[in-house]
């Protein structure tokens, strides 16, 4: 049952993410990160490292030396985005592409003023107290 469920919820997702999707600098069309699974995130990020090589003409074992990773570890990573952290970051490094990890989670500093704005602007609603079904009168 668990699987059926799950199938018509990739599926329906899937979906959405055909249709949802980012028009980059290059004009390459990418895949809207915040409707994708975390799968389709590695992935993308797989085929992305991938491409960065091949457009600084390395080869996949000449990037693996200068990143002190396997030349197996690097394919893993290109083909389902899967890999440490560390080596993610170590590959992005030889790649040039570090500056573009810049603003991944970076807290954006608000100032008070607008903390206040924002406070004011939606005051905190609670939900009411749910009561059980009333009775008619003189029912038992």
Do not use: Y
């Amino acid at each position: 049952m668990k699987s059926v469920v799950k199938s018509h919820l990739l599926n329906k997702r899937q979906k959405i993410t055909d249709n949802r999707v980012h028009v980059g600098l290059t004009g390459q069309k990418m895949p809207d990160f915040s409707l994708a699974l975390p799968e389709e995130v590695c992935a993308e990020l797989g085929r992305r490292v991938r491409a960065r090589r091949l457009a600084l003409n390395l080869s996949a074992e000449e990037l693996a030396a200068r990143a002190g990773v396997a030349d197996r570890t690097l394919r893993r990573l290109e083909q389902t985005g899967f890999s440490t952290l560390a080596t993610f970051v170590r590959v992005l490094e030889v790649l040039n592409a570090l500056p573009d990890l810049q603003e991944v989670l970076a807290l954006q500093p608000r100032s008070i003023k607008a903390m206040r704005a924002q406070a004011q602007a939606a005051p905190r609603m609670r939900a009411g107290r749910r009561r059980g079904p009333t009775l008619p009168e003189g029912a038992p």
